[in-house]
């Protein structure tokens, strides 16, 4: 069973602060990991997509891929309302193969 | 360039009605996703398009849901004999790989009330 596990939260920070998301999977053959972001009753957003270990910036935004320890995770800087949301977490074991969700964590951002 | 598109975006449909739900990709994209998003839960996989092989449809929870895709493009999910708990936002993606990437991107979904 292929498994993918976040948190629910909800994560609150204040603004300005740093949101660190995390999500860890259970398939050691996982190749591609991705970072969505789904404003309540809107569909997912694609954020972040990372496919080796260590760090990948965009912006604001930093994921970090650790696949000795199948973890993931994604680091919000200089967090606004704007980013209050949930972020979900997906894995894919490589093209052609289905990717598996987490569950999702709400993040709350402060004013 | 245009994204994934859905149709219709909200479906209120009686008991046991059949309802159909489309979904057109991004143009060129090869692969296509169906997911059920029941209020408040996670992302459920339904069912699963690449080029010209065989579907994956290990996620699909009945015989009442059905989907085709048809010229490797536009796709269509098929629900027969709706029962109240097929309500909830049904969202396509679809996807492309270029070199080692191969992103997923989403439509709005079509909310799918069975009343």
């Known amino acids: 069973q292929k498994e993918v596990e976040q948190n629910s939260g909800p994560l609150s920070v204040p603004e300005g602060a740093i949101a660190s998301l995390n999500c860890t999977y259970s398939d050691r053959g996982s190749q591609s990991f991705f970072w969505y972001r789904q404003y309540s009753g809107k569909s997912p957003e694609l954020i972040m997509s990372?496919?080796?270990?260590g760090d990948k910036e965009d912006g604001r935004f930093t994921a970090q891929l650790n696949k000795a320890s199948q973890y993931v995770s994604l680091l919000i800087r200089d967090s606004q309302p704007s980013d209050s949301a949930t972020y979900l977490c997906a894995v894919n074991l490589g093209y052609g193969q289905n990717f598996v969700f987490g569950p999702g964590t709400r993040l709350s951002v402060l004013p | 360039g245009a994204g994934v598109s859905q149709s219709p975006s909200n479906k209120v449909t009686e008991k046991g009605k059949d309802v159909e739900l489309r979904c057109d990709p991004i143009s060129g994209h090869t692969a296509l996703y169906w997911y059920r998003q029941s209020l408040g839960q996670g992302l459920e996989f339904l069912i699963y398009?690449?080029?010209?092989?065989?579907?994956?449809k290990s996620g699909l929870p009945s015989d009442r849901f059905s989907a085709e895709r048809t010229g490797g493009s536009v796709s269509t999910l098929t629900i027969q004999r709706t029962q109240q708990e097929d309500s909830a936002v049904y969202l396509c993606?679809?996807?492309?790989?270029?070199?080692?990437?191969?992103?997923?991107?989403f439509g709005p979904g079509t909310r799918l009330t069975v009343t």
């Open positions: 398009f690449q080029g010209n092989s065989a579907p994956d």
């Open positions: 990372i496919y080796s270990n």
């Open positions: 993606a679809s996807s492309l790989r270029v070199a080692s990437s191969y992103e997923q991107y």
